[in-house]
């Protein structure tokens, strides 16, 4: 009975510094993983590999291109995301959603010029989607160019003249058919 006791306190002993030398060496590996970096790629690199090679294996996927695109922006590159943008966009040349994403980066790069010109190429390709003539005369009032704003407004209240919008769309147009809209000199 003694010799079980002394042997389990042996065994109580070596397993408590087994467990201490690997607490330890844990410990050791994430101090010099935080101080001398892993090595390995960051998060946005291993996705942005990732979208690189869907879009290699998939290349008439709009999908895929438009993971791209995401890499691309969530790393600030977004030329290359415009240019993903782009192909998903000339994949699926008929869908808003697409270049809704085309857009959107075209402003988060700064060139609001390029996101009026890409809806502006949607609306004409797709001169019955209303909600992107809505789109087009928003854009077009933030870039300054009320009287192509003005008639994307009224072409909206054109094609859905019971949408929920519309009185707000109206007292836009209102606004700067009078001048007070943006601050900006009306030039189409």
Known sequence: MLLDQKRTRRTVQVVAILTSLAFAGVIFVVLGLIFFGGGGK????????DATARVQEQPNNPEAYEELASAYAAKN?????????????????????????LVSLQLQAGDSAGAVNTLQEYTAKNPRDAEAFLQLGQQAEQAGRTQLALLAYQTFLRLEPDDPNVQAVRARIQQLSSGAGTGTTPAG
Request: charged residues 25%; negative net charge.
């Open 42 to 49: 960051s998060a946005e690199d291993q996705v942005l590999d």
């Open 77 to 101: 590159q977004y030329p290359q995301a415009i240019d993903a943008a782009e192909q998903a966009v000339a994949l699926q040349p008929n869908d808003l959603e697409r270049v809704q994403t």
